[in-house]
């Protein structure tokens, strides 16, 4: 059984910074791609950042030059560092599983989850 563990979430002030950690275990997560989704009270899920197994990676618009992911896959770990972070980054983060290996955009896509980690951006 696939698990997904997050944590490094918390309370930062604008312009901090925080970085999310995701530890897997059950599998080899060399092969899969893997990605941090958030969401928002009241809102959908959406990708924050994506790499696939192949180490390309992805963002979305609104962090890109200021959140950069990357994966250990020797500790089955993936990380979010996040930086220069705004109130609207508040949301709760979800580190997710795509057993394709293909950094797809749709949260339906992906086989795994985590419970999530809240991060909180005080202005």
């Known amino acids: 059984q696939v698990q997904l563990v997050e944590s490094g979430g918390g309370l930062v002030q604008v312009g901090g910074s925080l970085r999310l950690s995701c530890t897997g275990s059950?599998?080899?997560?060399?092969?899969?791609?893997m990605a941090w989704f958030r969401q928002a009270p009241g809102k959908q899920r959406d990708l924050v950042a994506a790499?696939?197994?192949?180490?390309?990676?992805w963002y979305a618009d609104s962090v890109k030059g200021r959140f950069t992911i990357s994966r250990d896959n020797s500790k089955n770990t993936v990380y979010l560092q996040m930086n220069s972070l705004k109130p609207e980054d508040t949301a709760a983060y979800f580190c997710?599983?795509?057993?394709?290996?293909?950094?797809?955009?749709?949260?339906?896509?992906?086989?795994?989850w985590g419970q999530g980690t809240q991060v909180t951006v005080s202005s």
């Open positions: 059950g599998d080899t997560f060399s092969n899969y791609a």
């Open positions: 790499i696939t197994a192949d180490d390309i990676i």
């Open positions: 997710a599983l795509d057993r394709s290996g293909l950094a797809r955009t749709v949260a339906g896509a992906y086989n795994y």
